[in-house]
């Protein structure tokens, strides 16, 4: 009887710690616990693995990962930087939009995966799955700033050139120390910028008439600041006047009766 009891007690701890058959077959499994937090240990369906932390009751879960490489179709288009007020310069009739498509595969290791679960940023394979388009997006997005540097300067950039920098961005984006995902390949399906030479040459026009307007604002409002001074002036003059007339009213006799009024007001000024 204590042999069966044994056997039976036995029996429901290795069926309590083993964690094998809680893994779908292709999936790894991230063992987290209360007692222990997340095992660096992966499980997987081909390899036996058991856990006594499963032996209390409600500590432990295996939460199930797929690890296989995710493909992302991801666009990136706008406006070469001032583009929509350089293009004033030929009244609208120039097109400074660039656009750029990627194919981009990316994955996170199992370790990756750990250190995720860790850190909080992830509770699920739907969180991953998140993450890793996000981080896809901000991969496009630096492929294609570092792509559309080099079209602007003196180098260049080709279809050819393109798909080698947006190379070169892979290794830096996965090789980073903030990466969580890695970038595993990444192909430039779709390639577009305007004409770089145009943009310059209106971009310098733009320049000239921008110093043009600006010296022209510049007079403008020291003309206006001199109206305003002498309008200021004239008024100040007026009241002079009027506090004068109150002070000696038979001046308005003499002002009537004056055939060079400005003459005059000199007089008076004189006379205050």
Not at 121 to 142: K, P, T, V
Not at 196 to 201: F, G, H, M, T
Not at 256 to 271: G, R, V
């Amino acid at each position: 009887m204590c042999l069966i009891i044994l056997l039976a007690f036995g029996g429901y701890v290795f069926y309590t710690g083993w964690t094998q058959f809680k893994v779908a077959s292709g999936n790894v499994g991230i063992v987290v616990s209360k007692t222990g937090g997340v095992n660096p240990n992966p499980v997987t369906h081909d390899k036996f693995s058991w856990s006594w932390e499963f032996l209390l009751p409600t500590n432990a879960k295996v939460v199930n990962f797929s690890p296989k490489t995710e493909n992302f179709q991801k666009s990136v288009s706008g406006l070469l930087p001032s583009g929509k007020e350089y293009a004033k310069v030929f009244n609208g009739g120039a097109d400074f939009s660039y656009y750029f498509e990627f194919s981009i595969d990316a994955k996170a290791s199992v370790e990756d995966i750990c250190g995720l679960l860790k850190s909080g940023d992830i509770q699920s394979q739907e969180d991953l799955d998140e993450l890793m388009n996000r981080a896809a997006d901000n991969f496009a997005n630096l492929a294609a700033q570092k792509i559309l540097s080099a079209a602007i300067s003196s180098s260049g950039a080709d279809f050819a050139k393109a798909q080698d920098l947006a190379q070169k961005e892979m290794a830096d984006f996965s090789s980073s120390a903030n990466a969580k995902v890695s970038i595993q390949s990444v192909t430039l399906k779709k390639y577009s910028v305007p004409d770089i030479a145009l943009y310059k040459s209106a971009a310098a026009a733009y320049e000239d008439y921008s110093k043009i307007l600006s010296e022209s604002a510049a007079k403008n409002a020291q003309k206006e600041a001199e109206e305003n001074s002498r309008f200021k002036t004239t008024i100040q003059k007026m009241e002079r006047l009027g506090e004068t007339l109150k002070k000696y009213p038979e001046l308005s006799d003499m002002i009537k009766s004056s055939d060079n009024i400005n003459k005059t007001l000199q007089t008076i000024d004189s006379i205050e």
